[in-house]
C-alpha cells in the first residue's frame, strides 16, 4: 500500500485477555517503530526494528508486550494478559532511513482494556 | 539524555492571525529536529525538518520554524492560520546518526473563526 496500515483500528479487551496489533510499513522501508500513546501525551518509544532484527525493546513496558517482525515486513505487537494501564493508541511508523529521515506513522490502533 | 519540552499545552488563536508553538529540546550532541501535526483520529504526519544547513525551515501548508542552537530551540510559526489548522502539533529530536526519536508533549492549536 501506499502508506502504513495498522490494524485493528479499534480493540476493546478484557482484562486478562491478550490481543496481537498489527501494522504493515511502506515497502522497503527498512526501519520499523512502535510508540505507545496515551491520552493528551506525545508518542513514547517502544521498539525499534532495523529489517527483522529487534534492536532496541528498551521502551517496553512489561514483560507482557512483544514485538516481532519476522521477513522484515509486516509486524505484530502482542500484549498478553492486559491490564487498564495498557489503554492507548499504538502507533506504529516506518523509515526509509533511522535517525535523519522522515518517520511514516499509521494511523494508529486504540485499545481499550476493559 | 535528550529531552524535548512543549511549555503551552492548548493555545487558541482567532482565523488569520499569526501563531507560534515553541519548542526547546536539551541535548549535548547535535540533533535532528522535526516538526509534526496529528488530526483527530489519525496518525502524526511531518510538518518539517531540520537536519543540517540554513536555520529557516519551511514545510507544508504554510508553516515554518528556525532553529536557535543557542537558545536550543525550534519553535514553528504561521503567519496566517485558517481552521483547518486545528489540530495537535508534537516536537520531536532525533541525535544525528541514531534511530531515538524524542517527541513532546504537544501542543494543541485551536483555530477559531
Known amino acids: 500500500g501506499a502508506g502504513v496500515s495498522q490494524s485493528p483500528r479499534y480493540k476493546v479487551a478484557k482484562r486478562g485477555q491478550d490481543v496481537a496489533l498489527r501494522c504493515d510499513p511502506i515497502?522497503?522501508?527498512?526501519?520499523l517503530f512502535w510508540y505507545q500513546q496515551a491520552l493528551g501525551q506525545g508518542p513514547e518509544f517502544l521498539t525499534y526494528f532495523q529489517n527483522e532484527a529487534q534492536l532496541d525493546k528498551s521502551g517496553l513496558p512489561s514483560d507482557r508486550f512483544f514485538a516481532e517482525r519476522p521477513e522484515g515486513s509486516v509486524s505484530t505487537l502482542k500484549i498478553q494478559r492486559t491490564q487498564q494501564e495498557d489503554s492507548a493508541v499504538y502507533l506504529c511508523?516506518?523509515?526509509?532511513?533511522?535517525?535523519?529521515?522522515?518517520?511514516?506513522f499509521g494511523e494508529g490502533s486504540r485499545l481499550t482494556v476493559l | 539524555a535528550q529531552s524535548v519540552t512543549q511549555l503551552d499545552s492548548q493555545v487558541p488563536v482567532f482565523e488569520e492571525a499569526p501563531v507560534e508553538l515553541r519548542c526547546n529540546y536539551s541535548?549535548?550532541?547535535?540533533?535532528?529536529l522535526f516538526w509534526y501535526v496529528q488530526y483527530p483520529n489519525q496518525g502524526l504526519q511531518l510538518l518539517l525538518k531540520?537536519?543540517?544547513?540554513?536555520?529557516l525551515v519551511k514545510g507544508i501548508n504554510g508553516f515554518e520554524a528556525e532553529f536557535n542552537k543557542s537558545q536550543t530551540s525550534f519553535h514553528l510559526r504561521k503567519p496566517s492560520v485558517h481552521i483547518s489548522d486545528t489540530a495537535e502539533y508534537f516536537c520531536?529530536?532525533?541525535?544525528?546518526?541514531?534511530?531515538?526519536?524524542?517527541f513532546g508533549t504537544g501542543t494543541r492549536l485551536k483555530v477559531l473563526a
Open positions: 511508523a516506518s523509515s526509509f532511513l533511522a535517525g535523519a529521515g522522515e518517520l511514516f
Open positions: 541535548s549535548s550532541v547535535s540533533v535532528y
Open positions: 515497502s522497503g522501508h527498512v526501519s
Open positions: 520531536a529530536v532525533s541525535v544525528s546518526g541514531t534511530y531515538k526519536y524524542i
Open positions: 531540520y537536519l543540517s544547513g540554513s536555520t
